[in-house]
Each structure stands twice: as C-alpha cells, then as structure tokens.
C-alpha cells in the first residue's frame, strides 16, 4: 500500500523558510518523477516542482524560481521542498504526489499547511 506522508509546514513570517519533506513507502521510490503541488484558499491547485527518480533534472514553477528548490534523497525514500524568502502569497496547502507513471498509478499525500504571515 503507498503512503506519502508530508511534514515540515507551519506558520512562518515573511522572508522567512521552511522545508518540507515527502516520505514515501509501498513502492521503489527511486523509479519516478515526484512532484510537489499547492493550493491556495479559493484557487485551483498548481504544480510548483518536480524531480526526476535520481534528482539530476528538476523544475520549478516561474512564481517561485529562485526561492523554491526540490531535492530528493532515494536512501530515504524522501523528497523535500526548501522554500526561502517566502511571501504571502506563497500561504497554501502544499501537496507531495507521485504522477501517473505507464506501470503505476498516481498518489497524493494529505498536505501540509503553509501559512506565510506577520
């Protein structure tokens, strides 16, 4: 059974950071794209990174290039998100999932609130 457990969300100032981390178990967490998406209050949920099984190739959403990085560990099955000079409109619930992948399907995790405020 796959869980993807997220942590390391909370309340934290403007210009401010946080990390948070994405354990993944129940399958080779090595083999796939992961991803971190969020949603904020009354808007759609968006892609905000992503990185490949070995951590060599990454993207981030243009919103948050340059504050944002993904980074993964495979010996701990754990993907992270660090988020440095936070801003306001950063504050959403922040998703780690696992896409559709041609032998397996995709999961969520449960999210973890970010709040960015003063």
């Known amino acids: 059974q796959v869980h993807l457990v997220e942590s390391g969300g909370g309340l934290v100032q403007p210009g401010g950071s946080l990390r948070l981390s994405c354990t993944a178990s129940?399958?080779?967490?090595?083999?796939?794209?992961m991803t971190w998406y969020r949603q904020a209050p009354g808007k759609e949920r968006e892609l905000v990174a992503t990185i490949d099984g070995t951590g060599g190739i990454t993207t981030i959403v243009d919103s948050v290039k340059g504050r944002f990085t993904i980074a993964r560990d495979n010996a701990k099955n754990t993907v992270y998100l660090q988020m440095n000079s936070l801003k306001p409109e950063d504050t959403a619930v922040y998703y780690c999932r696992k896409p559709v992948a041609i032998d397996s399907p995709g999961y969520w995790g449960q999210g973890t609130q970010v709040t960015v405020s003063s």
């Open positions: 129940g399958f080779t967490f090595s083999n796939y794209i």
